[in-house]
């Protein structure tokens, strides 16, 4: 009786509260080879999970599931809460231990390695992967992933999804997405029911500050300051259409732009290999370097791994080749030595000269095509770089690759080119492996805000070197003792490091008191030099500085 009461007392409050009370959906597994599918009577949507060990889900007749469509916070709360099974809790829990002492990559080791039984288990495990990731360096891309993970799979309780949808909105705005992370607190305003909310609003003045506007920036600020709450609520319900109609007008052009791009045209009958892919050019027999060779690269690679380049490219060229393939190959070690000392441009001539020869490997060619895409984008040569990324696809018969669609969305972001951004963005969120490719993403992020480089006849390249590092140099104690003042005028050469070097005096006034103090001062010195094909640095002999004494100042 006391059972029934309150099954009664329950069902009233949820449809106060504008929820409708439906009976439990009967639950039917139905295995299958590699597989398992659970489907509901009631609405049925298929959810396929890989578990190693069967799951079985049972309800009592006491538990009613409450059906929140749309999905809101006040209705989602008072679902009846699931069991998760005893050896997930308890890693769970050994997980959550771990990280309360600072070992979060422990503790996302822990999680990753957890036997979901059912696909609530796995949500809650996505969950705290999501705030794991977050806690460590360099690990937002897996964060978002999870939490996107956790939210889609419309299995957490109220509270943890409450929190996974503004962990993805903060890591959105992090990544610089603002319309996606303005999308997202739209879904959460709406979800909670409110049209203010001080995390949402603190998230949007980030955007603001981020955007460099500050009239909307005060605005915001204003509307958290407010002590009116209904005057609060009204102004930032304003803010709220504001940022709706940008996003459906957003969605409407995307939709027309979207129609205009064509599908990849997949390659037909290559049976002969008349076109050059991975595939075929597999099948070619593989090419093995004369020992000779192989040994002098070799050397090459160890002065590399001792940080002497300029020795290791002068082993390199020093090689007599005999056939297209050892020339191949040598051009490939080059464009690796000079990406490693971030000569770009010389890194992409070598790749190309390597590439064209067809003369590769599959897998070096491969992975040159790849480096020649970056070269490209560190050089600003962004339309080129998105033909070779094109390119690249074509040759490895594939529609996306997860390293270079990163490549790609930085490429359009930095271009500004706002509607095909959407498109590779929405494409990634949609991808299996989106987590590669957000990292991807993030880590070409490292490398600035790259400008593209805009060709002009009206503004030559200067190849001069340019002093990149100085120092205060020191007064000579004897000088200054004696009230001496002076200057001296050195003569050196630049190596390929940017170093100078056969530094030479060429006028001391007076003799015998600064030459020593101002060759001193010249080798802490530092040029970004240019390279000519050769690998000789471009005016990089007979240059001349001098360097002064006052005794007015510490030089």
């Known amino acids: 009786m006391n059972k029934q009461r309150l099954t009664i007392t329950a069902l009233a409050l949820a449809v106060l509260t504008g929820c409708q009370s439906s009976p439990a959906p009967t639950v039917t597994e139905v295995p299958v080879q590699n597989e398992q599918v659970l489907t509901t009577t009631s609405k049925a949507k298929a959810v396929t999970t890989t578990p190693k060990t069967q799951a079985v889900v049972t309800t009592t007749p006491d538990q009613q599931k409450l059906s929140c469509e749309p999905l809101r916070y006040q209705c989602h709360s008072m679902q009846p809460e699931q069991d998760i099974s005893e050896n997930t809790a308890k890693d769970i829990s050994f997980a959550l231990n771990i990280a309360t002492h600072g070992y979060y990559s422990a503790a996302a080791i822990r999680l990753e390695k957890i036997k979901s039984q059912n696909v609530y288990e796995q949500a809650i495990v996505d969950y705290h992967l999501a705030n794991m990731n977050m806690k460590r360096i360099g690990e937002d891309a897996r964060a978002l992933d999870y939490a996107l993970k956790a939210i889609d799979s419309g299995s957490l309780p109220a509270e943890e999804y409450k929190s996974a949808l503004i962990l993805a909105i903060k890591l959105f705005v992090k990544l610089g997405w603002f319309e996606l992370g303005e999308e997202k607190a739209l879904i959460y305003l709406a979800y909670i029911g409110e049209s203010f909310d001080f995390d949402i609003f603190e998230i949007f003045d980030q955007i603001a500050q981020q955007k460099k506007d500050q009239t909307r920036y005060e605005l915001l600020?204003?509307?958290?300051?407010?002590?009116?709450?209904?005057?609060?609520?009204?102004?930032?319900?304003?803010?709220?259409?504001?940022?709706?109609?940008?996003?459906?007008?957003?969605?409407?052009?995307?939709?027309?732009?979207?129609?205009?791009?064509?599908?990849?045209?997949?390659?037909?009958?290559?049976?002969?290999?008349?076109?050059?892919?991975?595939?075929?050019?597999?099948?070619?027999?593989?090419?093995?370097?004369?020992?000779?060779?192989?040994?002098?690269?070799?050397?090459?690679?160890?002065?590399?791994?001792?940080?002497?380049?300029?020795?290791?490219?002068?082993?390199?060229?020093?090689?007599?080749?005999?056939?297209?393939?050892?020339?191949?190959?040598?051009?490939?070690?080059?464009?690796?030595?000079?990406?490693?000392?971030?000569?770009?441009?010389?890194?992409?001539?070598?790749?190309?000269?390597?590439?064209?020869?067809?003369?590769?490997?599959?897998?070096?060619?491969?992975?040159?095509?790849?480096?020649?895409?970056?070269?490209?984008?560190?050089?600003?040569?962004?339309?080129?770089?998105?033909?070779?990324?094109?390119?690249?696809?074509?040759?490895?018969?594939?529609?996306?690759?997860?390293?270079?669609?990163?490549?790609?969305?930085?490429?359009?972001?930095?271009?500004?080119?706002?509607?095909?951004?959407?498109?590779?963005?929405?494409?990634?969120?949609?991808?299996?492996?989106?987590?590669?490719?957000?990292?991807?993403?993030?880590?070409?992020?490292?490398?600035?805000?790259?400008?593209?480089?805009?060709?002009?006849?009206?503004?030559?390249?200067?190849?001069?070197?340019?002093?990149?590092?100085?120092?205060?140099?020191?007064?000579?104690?004897?000088?200054?003792?004696?009230?001496?003042?002076?200057?001296?005028?050195?003569?050196?050469?630049?190596?390929?490091?940017?170093?100078?070097?056969?530094?030479?005096?060429?006028?001391?006034?007076?003799?015998?008191?600064?030459?020593?103090?101002?060759?001193?001062?010249?080798?802490?010195?530092?040029?970004?030099v240019n390279l000519n094909d050769t690998g000789n640095v471009i005016e990089g002999t007979g240059i001349q500085v001098q360097f002064g004494w006052n005794l007015g100042s510490d030089k």
């Open 221 to 528: 600020l204003d509307i958290q300051t407010m002590i009116d709450e209904e005057a609060q609520n009204q102004t930032a319900q304003r803010v709220l259409d504001e940022i709706q109609t940008r996003i459906a007008k957003r969605h409407a052009n995307q939709i027309q732009f979207e129609k205009q791009i064509k599908p990849p045209q997949k390659l037909q009958n290559n049976s002969t290999c008349q076109t050059l892919t991975y595939q075929c050019h597999n099948l070619r027999a593989k090419q093995v370097l004369p020992a000779n060779i192989k040994q002098a690269i070799d050397k090459a690679t160890k002065q590399q791994q001792d940080n002497n380049a300029m020795a290791a490219k002068e082993t390199l060229e020093s090689i007599k080749t005999n056939s297209d393939f050892e020339t191949a190959m040598i051009n490939r070690k080059l464009a690796y030595l000079y990406s490693d000392v971030k000569l770009h441009e010389l890194s992409v001539r070598h790749a190309s000269a390597a590439i064209n020869s067809g003369a590769l490997n599959a897998e070096d060619h491969k992975y040159q095509m790849r480096l020649e895409v970056f070269g490209l984008y560190l050089l600003g040569e962004f339309e080129r770089a998105k033909q070779k990324i094109e390119a690249y696809l074509n040759y490895i018969e594939k529609s996306s690759d997860t390293y270079l669609d990163g490549v790609l969305l930085k490429i359009t972001k930095q271009q500004d080119d706002q509607r095909f951004f959407k498109y590779l963005q929405d494409k990634t969120l949609q991808n299996p492996q989106r987590a590669e490719i957000l990292q991807s993403y993030i880590d070409f992020g490292y490398f600035g805000e790259i400008q593209e480089k805009k060709k002009s006849a009206d503004t030559p390249k200067s190849y001069k070197p340019v002093v990149i590092f100085s120092k205060e140099y020191d007064y000579p104690i004897e000088a200054a003792k004696q009230g001496i003042t002076g200057s001296v005028t050195l003569e050196f050469d630049l190596n390929a490091k940017g170093e100078p070097v056969n530094i030479r005096v060429i006028e001391a006034s007076p003799e015998g008191y600064f030459e020593q103090a101002g060759i001193n001062a010249l080798e802490q010195w530092r040029y970004k």
